[in-house]
């Protein structure tokens, strides 16, 4: 995202996109946009909550891992025409995501969550997990820092 005087949210960002979609008529990009909007719409109305850019990115995230949960199913099935689509909405809705963070970064965190919480055992993933989503989300796939974090305490 750009460092403007006024940084729009994420939303407006989103709607201004998919308005310059429209006038570039592409209708793939559109298509994902729609989705991405539709998706924050429905929390808005179902939580009654106006979302910010920390839920915006969580459900970006989401988007994205159910993405590749179904790539994964269409290619097992021999369906590459749908794999392919699923990859495509993928790149679209990771281009509104923060840059990925580097495992190195990743586990310098870590590390900083390990020493904060005295993390000793399993029974301190749920405080170091605590810590580590808001300074990840969107910024890394929390399946896998979930993942070193275990390793950590294990080992």
Not at 31 to 48: G, N
Not at 69 to 87: I, T
Request: net charge negative; no cysteine; proline share 3%.
């Amino acid at each position: 995202m750009s460092d403007d005087v006024s940084p729009a949210t994420l939303a407006e960002t989103l709607r201004a996109a998919q308005k310059a979609a429209m006038k570039a008529r592409e209708k793939e990009r559109l298509a994902t946009i729609r989705l991405i909007l539709s998706e924050f719409k429905r929390i808005e109305v179902d939580e009654r909550i106006e979302i910010d850019d920390t839920r915006a990115l969580s459900i970006l995230d989401k988007m994205v891992k159910q993405r590749r949960d179904s790539v994964e199913q269409y290619e097992n099935a021999g369906r590459d025409d749908l794999a392919e689509r699923e990859k495509a909405e993928i790149v679209i809705i990771q281009e509104y995501l923060p840059e990925q963070m580097s495992e190195a970064d990743i586990n310098a965190l870590i590390d900083e969550a390990l020493a904060a919480t005295e993390a000793t055992g399993m029974a301190a993933m749920g405080p170091v997990m605590g810590q580590l989503k808001p300074r990840l989300q969107g910024r890394a796939d929390m399946g896998a820092v979930s993942a070193l974090v275990k390793a950590r305490l294990q080992g």
